[in-house]
Each structure stands twice: as C-alpha cells, then as structure tokens.
C-alpha cells in the first residue's frame, strides 16, 4: 500500500479498512474462544499459575470487547485491537520463560505448551491481526491524513500506537496484580499436608530425620521436603516397607494429593493418577514419579538421601 496509498479515493480507503476490522473481528473472537477453552480445561493455570489465569481472563475480555466494535465498523477500535494483538502475543509467548518459578525447564514447558492446540491457535491469531494490520496500514494512513470525523476518530500514529499498548498494559497488570492476591486460607484447608510438614519440620531441627519407623502407619503419609521446596510424601506399605515418592506430577508438576482411601495420588490439574510406588494409572502423566532414596540408621530415624527418576520439574 505505499505509494499507491496516493491514488485511493476515500470511498477504497473506508471500505478497505472496514474488510481489514472485519477479518479482526473475527479473528478476536476466535482467539478469545481459544483463550476461554485454555481457562475450562487447563486446571494447571488455575492451581499452578493463578497470575497468568488472571492474566489471561484478561486478554479474553479485552480481545472479545475489541472483537464485537470490529465487527461494528468502530474506527476507535483499529489500533488498539493492533496494540492488543501484538501485546497480547509476546505476554503469551513471555510465559514460556517463567517456567522455573513453576519448577519446570524452560525448555520442557515450551513443549508443553506449543503441544496445545489453542495455545498455538491463539499465538496464530494475534499474529494474523499485526500482520494484517501492518499490511493494510496504507487504507489508515490515508484516512487518519483526511481531515474528516473519520479521519480523526482512526488517530492512526506511532504515538497513539503506544499509547494503546501502554494503556491495555495498565489493565492486564492490574488485573495480574489483583490476581497475585492471595485470601486467607481457612482451617478446612489447612489439609493434612500442612500439619504433618510442621510436624517434620520440627522433628528436622533435632535429628535431621524425616520420620521415625516407629511413628510410621499405613495409610497415614509423611509429608517432607527434599530437597528444600520440593514436596514429596513418605508412605508405609501394606507390607511393611516404605517408600518416599515426589509430590510433584511428571506432567507439568503440579503438586499432587494422596487418597488414603485408594493409596493412590492424584493430580488436581489434569487428572494424572499414580499408585502408591509412583507408577501411571492413568495419564496424561506418562512418567512414573521420581523415588527419594531413603537411609535408616539403628534407631529406626529415616532420612532422604537422593532423588532417584526422571522428572521435568527442576530439583536442586
């Protein structure tokens, strides 16, 4: 479009920008429909990373609401929608680099999410929209020159530009913040787990030891730390012997629960199961969950030793 931007009546130029918001329009609400299905199936946002759920509830509405005034033909709603697609997609794509604070490799976390399909559709669909911005940018040029309502309504310019993205920047940064806030947990929650890691912590202090073979019962697990962050549970079998498994899924480590009832661990994100030696049940979980290698000495005094299998979740 650019020298031939000249040569357009202001009869092209308005219909080609309004072919240009209708193809925005919809590929908002697309992408919206995709960042809505990510927020009902993917439970590791809302147990795992409750900021970027936030954050993506965020970019939904805002891509929804840019959406509907596309497809309305709304000037106003051109370059933000452009601000909005390109922010929208280097927050999704910056997400790949705070996998260490969920305790996976980047690398393994990038692979997890360019496996899932709205994710990419997503990705896809906020880039489609800069491009088809940046391509049709001659019908804008000439409009915002014309000295019309029109004209001033597109106020198509790079500070305008950036101004829409520090604005739209403003709203999902409050909204992450807000959603950063973390409510007082009531004594319902205050599970099992919690008890017994104060228990263990203050049994560290003295002897360093996680358990006691004598304190040990089937059916009631030990919850400890090893190595410090990394929760892992220590369980006495039906047979008499124990073992100490990761509490963390080999899927995209989130902390699992144990059912007493079953003797089984579950994973609250997608569903993964696992029984009482680490073994898949059921996945998506495809990989057992890593052993922590157990020393006792004469006293019957338990202590981690190594963290033995394959895991995504970074260990110290």
């Known amino acids: 479009m650019g020298s031939g931007a000249r040569r357009l009546s202001k009869e092209e130029a308005r219909s080609g920008l309004q072919r240009l918001q209708q193809f925005i329009g919809i590929a908002f609400l697309l ?3 995709a960042g809505t299905y990510l927020l009902a199936t993917d439970g590791s946002l809302w147990l795992l990373a409750v900021s970027h759920a936030v954050g993506l509830v965020a970019i939904v509405l805002i891509e929804t609401a840019l959406g509907i005034l596309n497809l309305l033909s709304a000037k106003r709603a051109y370059l933000p929608s452009l601000a909005a697609a390109f922010l929208g997609f280097l927050l999704q794509l910056g997400d790949v680099f ?8 980047i690398q393994y976390f990038a692979s997890y999410l360019f496996g899932l399909w709205a994710f990419d559709l997503l ?33 198509y310019s ?29 004594s319902s929650a205050a599970s099992q787990p919690s008890q017994a890691s104060s228990k263990i912590a203050q049994a560290s202090q003295t002897s360093g030891a996680i358990a006691n073979t004598s304190s040990l019962r089937v059916g009631s697990p030990v919850y400890f730390d090893y190595p410090s962050g990394y929760p ?3 369980l006495k079998k039906t047979d008499g012997s124990v073992v100490a498994l990761s509490m963390l899924c080999t899927h995209v480590c989130c902390q699992c629960s144990y059912d007493g009832s079953t003797n089984e661990i579950y994973c609250p994100c997608h569903g993964s199961v696992f029984d009482q030696n680490g073994n898949v049940l059921r996945g998506p979980a495809g990989t057992p969950l890593p052993k922590v290698e157990l020393s006792v000495d004469s006293q019957g005094n338990i202590f981690p030793v190594k963290v033995n299998g394959s895991s995504p979740c970074i260990q110290a």
Not at 99 to 104: E, K
Not at 126 to 145: I, K
Not at 161 to 182: D, H, M, P, Q, T
């Open 232 to 234: 892992n549970v220590l």
């Open 98 to 105: 705070t996998a260490p604070q969920y305790n996976m490799t």
């Open 31 to 33: 992408s919206a429909s």
């Open 123 to 155: 990705l896809i669909l906020e880039v489609s929209v800069v491009s088809v911005g940046v391509l049709g940018r001659g019908y804008a040029r000439y409009l915002a020159r014309r000295k019309t309502r029109r004209g001033r309504e597109l106020s």
């Open 158 to 186: 790079k500070r305008g530009f950036i101004r829409a993205i520090a604005g739209l920047a403003g709203l999902i940064g409050v909204a992450v913040a807000l959603g950063s806030i973390k409510l007082p947990v009531s």
